[in-house]
């Protein structure tokens, strides 16, 4: 798949197979999010690995937007410092693993508002470190559907030499 | 190009050709950042595509770490509100338009620091937004590198189950 279709393809998905993910696709979604770039390359993130079971149920309980984590053969949770670049960093880290990961057919979605004391100690992460996102991986229960993403249309996004002249594609 | 590749082999690149950008390959980057996912589907981000000579010269003088924006044959901006979600959405459809243009043969670098009233001025950006990144793309001026990515050991970066356990792949 190349990367264009991987982008246009992508959906969330919450609902994943008990199948388990062979651990060198696991390995290849890690190592996208360690050969991310990042300001002045440095690397300031942390990719922690859950596939223990009672991790991942004890997890879908606490992430609040996030309880399906408790089904899912994965999850990559993403620790970066609290500043701007870290937030940056580690989203685009966590975009080039989501990315890999559905180019093996392997869904995902980002959990947010999982900076929780109670997270935090589930997983060890140090005080000077926030949880970005985790992120469950697993194949798709359903059906992928193949309809048109909701998305606001180009011309009202995208701007032509300056904002609020649009851009015709 | 398939999607792990794209990931392995981006490089920053800061010299481009002078050779322009076919239409094509512009309207799909920056179809790439209008699909990305955002959180709760917000889409709150605009992407100004620059390509007018004048307005990247003088981007090149406004950006204190991207002087060599004026010798790109496209940049775009990308602008958000200032928010911790609006950060991450804005790095996330970033980051897939770098890898979609990378795929293209395009290179392309992240110039952060440019929030600044003047460059907000020059593309119009409105006062509740700021500019993430304005990133220059181009076809790469010199031979691209085959170099091993600087990057920390998998080891390093990478936690299994808890933080402080070193995931092995």
């Given at each position: 798949m190349d990367v264009f279709e991987a982008v246009k393809t992508m959906l969330a998905v919450r609902s994943y197979k008990k199948d388990p993910i062979p651990s060198e696709?696991?390995?290849r979604i890690v190592e996208a999010g360690r050969l991310t770039a990042s300001a002045m390359n440095r690397q300031?993130?942390?990719f922690v690995v859950i596939q223990d079971r009672q991790t991942l149920q004890r997890l879908?309980?606490?992430?609040s937007t996030g309880g399906y984590i408790a089904g899912a053969p994965?999850?990559?949770a993403v620790a970066v410092p609290d500043s701007f670049l870290g937030h940056?960093?580690?989203?685009?880290?966590?975009q080039d693993m989501m990315l890999v990961a559905w180019q093996a057919g392997v869904g995902s979605n980002?959990?947010?508002k999982v900076n929780t004391p109670e997270i935090k100690e589930l997983l060890y992460i140090p005080?000077?470190?926030?949880?970005?996102t985790v992120i469950p991986f697993g194949y798709p229960a359903d059906e992928i559907g193949r309809g048109v993403k909701d998305r606001k249309p180009l011309s009202e996004v995208a701007h032509a030499e300056r904002y609020g002249t649009s851009y015709q594609s």
């Open positions: 696709i696991i390995s300031h993130w942390d879908g309980k606490l992430a994965l999850t990559i940056i960093d580690g989203a685009r880290a966590a980002w959990v947010g005080e000077d470190r926030i949880v970005l």
